[in-house]
């Protein structure tokens, strides 16, 4: 078994507590090969090849993880602990092919495992964005080692509050609650409207009711609720929060917040066509998938005009489930997977 992959699992590193995680990656890089510094953000960074090459790839993955500790260990040729699928093992891929591989001349790689992936903010991501102007761009995220990604859902949330003077409860007037209520029907009942004739799950608007609570001091009573949604390629956060604005009542004060664009990349480009050799010189059938979730794609997409994919080993299914493990077959597949990919990049002086 890979000892990065078992340690940094170890580790437990819930998003905003990354530190000891990103110590233990920069040091191992630091010891094979990379350049390797923690940068502003608090992102693990680690460096090959000359800083002034012509090109650069970019492995971006996070070292943060979904909340919950679990015990950390092997059975049956799988490794058992949070972070495995998600997403450590893409993460310590990308960092053990980086050490293993023979960088073609004219070529920088960038490991980075960013932090705070699993929470809105996505600071690490934002920050490699405004750093770096890759060439080319693989998002660590699981897939399994025989699939790409190419693309993730939108984001955007949205707190209602809605407040009224306190009134009798056998009055004909609905409470702040039912209005709550009513909005969110109101949206479901666009969304049914918006997503009419779309099968696909990436490509309709999903909403997700995210909490809702009442309060009164006797004087007033407020109704607040969440509701999150993903967003398909055709509808932008700020379309969404101006039609949901409309639904509200006209005293209701919204929040719109969080908000990605989706992401979906191109088939037919150089990254693509490397990463589809590379899965078949493991004697494996590649495939394609798009992600109804978000991810750090959705951050740099939107700034990087490179060609962008996501890749790794796991089974997305395991994400923040008590369950989650991770094939250790399958993460040394994706180990050469993707050193086959970096040491056929074409070289350049």
Known sequence: ??????????????????????????????????????????????????ENAPHTLVLLGHIDTYPGQLPVFERDGLLYGRGSVDAKGSLCAFA?????????????????????????????????????????????EPSGAERITLGYKGRLLIDFTLSRPVAHTARPE??????????????????????????RYFDQLMPDLRAINTSSDYLTETATLTVGFRLPPRLS???????????????????????????????????VRGMLAAIRAQGARPSFVVKTGT????????????PIIAYGPGDS?????????????????????????IEGLQASG
Request: aromatic share 8%.
């Open 295 to 306: 991810s750090d794609m959705n951050v740099v997409g939107a700034r990087w005009p490179c």
């Open 317 to 341: 299914n395991l994400d923040h489930t008590p369950e989650e493990h991770l094939s250790l077959a399958e993460y040394a597949q994706a180990v050469a997977t993707l050193r086959h990919f």
């Open 174 to 199: 609905p409470s702040v609650a039912s209005m709550a209520v009513q909005f969110w029907n109101d949206i479901q009942f666009w969304a049914d409207k918006v997503n009419d004739g779309c099968e």
């Open 237 to 271: 956060p700020d379309a969404v929060l101006e039609a949901v604005a409309a639904l509200a009542p006209a005293d209701a004060e919204l929040r719109g917040y969080s908000a990605e664009h989706a992401y979906l990349g191109d088939k037919n480009n150089a990254l």
């Open 96 to 140: 053990e092919t980086g050490a293993q591989a023979n960088l073609p001349e004219g070529w920088r790689l960038v490991v980075i495992g960013a932090v705070e992936e699993e929470i809105a903010t996505s600071k690490g991501a934002y920050h490699a964005r405004d750093r770096y102007c890759p060439d080319l761009c693989i998002i660590g």
């Open 1 to 50: 078994m890979s000892e990065l992959l078992r340690r940094l699992v170890e580790i437990y590193s819930p998003s905003r507590e990354e530190a000891p995680a990103v110590r233990y990656l920069t040091d191992w890089m630091a010891a094979h090969g990379y350049r390797a510094f923690v940068d502003e953000a608090g992102n693990a960074c680690g460096h090959r090849g000359p």
